[in-house]
């Protein structure tokens, strides 16, 4: 089955811990790209990538860190998670940059 | 200003109504336009995918583009309960890669 998968599904963690939400696609996509939601503002692009190794800064990059070191992963790393990254996290792919995005079933993130 | 503006609702309708739902945006080098459907705890599925100005339809579902108004619409046939969702607006212009993505309109059918 064609699909993009998030892990964890739900996350409570403590301001300043580091984490890794991870995204894999089965669907030899070369774009994937991590977006957060919320309430009022809609998606918005955290960080995309149009090939391994090449990534770039979406809308609202700042304290997420990406890579993409092979073609079916692209993770989402967290450094030091503050309250205001509380949200529901999606990422997607797609076959190429100009294709409608294919999207994961996101993760909620909860930072106290 | 927002580039994409979608009235996020919520909008309640009987079953086997006709639900117009819709965007507007500011950005005239839009020209290819989606509808994603979003279920609760769920992630945005692709309805529709559109170029440029005119109508698609897809069973029980119409997708409207008036690029002179900057108008895009979403059109849904005899509702039905299991249409109760979030829809998402979606654009972005030719040779970009970034899919810019409307507020979202909360929608429930009733029976």
């Known amino acids: 089955e064609a699909q993009v998968t998030q892990n964890p599904r739900y996350l409570i963690t403590v301001t300043g811990k580091k984490l890794t939400v991870t995204c894999s696609q089965n669907?030899?996509?070369?774009?994937m790209s991590w977006y957060r939601q919320d309430p009022g503002l809609g998606l918005r692009q955290i960080y995309y990538?149009?090939?391994?190794?090449?990534?770039d800064k979406g809308d609202v990059p700042e304290g997420y860190k990406v890579s993409r070191k092979e073609k079916r992963n692209f993770p989402l790393i967290l450094e030091s998670p503050s309250p205001n990254q509380t949200s529901l996290y999606f990422c997607?792919?797609?076959?190429?940059?100009?294709?409608?995005?294919?999207f994961g079933p996101g993760t909620r993130l909860t930072v106290t | 200003q927002k580039e994409v503006e979608q009235d996020p609702g919520p909008l309640s309708v009987p079953e086997g109504a006709i639900v117009s739902l819709n965007c507007t945006y500011s950005?005239?080098?839009?020209?290819?336009f989606m509808w994603y459907r979003q279920y609760s705890r769920k992630g945005p599925e692709l309805l529709m995918y559109?170029?440029?100005?005119g109508n698609k339809e897809d069973g029980r579902f119409t997708a409207q583009v008036d690029k002179s108004s900057k108008y895009i619409s979403l059109f849904i046939r005899d509702s039905q309960p299991s249409d109760s969702a979030t829809y998402l607006c979606?654009?972005?212009?030719?040779?970009?890669?970034?899919?810019?993505f409307g507020a979202g309109t909360r929608l429930f059918v009733k029976a």
């Open positions: 950005n005239s080098a839009f020209q290819y």
């Open positions: 559109t170029y440029s100005s």
């Open positions: 990538s149009m090939n391994v190794e090449v990534t």
């Open positions: 669907m030899n996509h070369e774009y």
């Open positions: 979606a654009m972005r212009n030719t040779g970009g890669f970034k899919t810019i």
């Open positions: 997607a792919s797609s076959f190429e940059a100009g294709e409608p995005p294919y």
